[in-house]
């Protein structure tokens, strides 16, 4: 079974450019998150979705960053413009709806490397 | 201070030695708990839940203190392939979707 998929895997850019990754979760998976990960630090959480409906963005700084999930399947995560202390990698994580299990175990994908320049 | 902290680390120990994590969270609310494992450049992944009971598998052991608000893990008979990333986490709820809370990581390196 397919996991989750990012694109791409490394990204550099400079400062003030704009960029976007990309982010397929797990077939059936309602829920999907959106992670950054600065070196040396465990994930923070971005963004959450159940479905096309982001529940939880407090995390997200909303001046320049934006996310979208249109057809509650397949999401992308937009930086604009993009500033040095954004390098980082970004993870994407999938798992089945928050309240409906018990083992509704989050899987991550392998991630995108960002750095600014 | 941060929700989750965990052993500065890295952790240096040879191939059969007993390794322990410590970890501390600061919200009594917290109602699960979890160590994942991220190897260099990858992914975490989940390694084990954490219960208040206290739970093992195969090698590894972890505990729960919840009065003292206290997460360990516990390695015994080390392996070369043991070496990575070892993160504590929590969530508020008791599940594992939602918001999960990492610490920061310790890093076990172990050698023959």
């Known amino acids: 079974e397919a996991g989750v998929v990012q694109s791409p895997r490394y990204k550099i850019i400079e400062k003030k450019q704009p960029v976007a990754f990309w982010c397929n979760p797990i077939?059936?998976?309602?829920?999907l998150y959106w992670y950054r990960q600065n070196l040396g630090q465990g994930p923070e959480l971005l963004i959450r979705?159940?479905?096309?409906?982001?529940?939880?963005d407090s995390q997200l700084p909303k001046d320049r960053f934006s996310a979208e999930r249109l057809k509650g399947v397949d999401s992308t995560l937009k930086i604009q413009p993009a500033e040095l202390g954004d390098s980082a990698v970004y993870l994407c994580?999938?798992?089945?709806?928050?309240?409906?299990?018990?083992?509704?175990?989050?899987?991550f994908g392998p991630g995108t490397r960002l750095t600014v320049l | 201070r941060k929700e989750v902290e965990q052993d500065p680390g890295p952790f240096n120990v040879p191939e059969g030695a007993t390794v322990a994590f410590n970890c501390t969270y600061s919200?009594?609310?917290?109602?699960?708990f979890f160590w994942y494992r991220q190897d260099c450049r990858k992914e975490p992944k989940l390694l084990m839940s954490?219960?208040?009971s206290g739970n093992e598998d195969g090698r590894f052991t972890a505990q729960l203190n919840r009065a003292s608000q206290y997460i360990s893990l516990l390695i015994r008979d080390s392996k070369l392939s043991d070496s990575a990333t070892y993160l504590c986490?929590?969530?508020?709820?008791?599940?594992?979707?939602?918001?999960?809370?990492f610490g920061q990581g310790t890093e076990l390196s172990v050698k023959p």
């Open positions: 994580a999938s798992s089945f709806p928050s309240g409906t299990r018990s083992n509704n175990e989050q899987f």
């Open positions: 077939s059936g998976h309602n829920t």
């Open positions: 979705y159940e479905n096309e409906e982001a529940v939880d």
């Open positions: 919200n009594s609310a917290s109602q699960s």
């Open positions: 954490v219960y208040s």
């Open positions: 986490v929590v969530n508020k709820i008791g599940n594992q979707g939602g918001k999960l809370i």
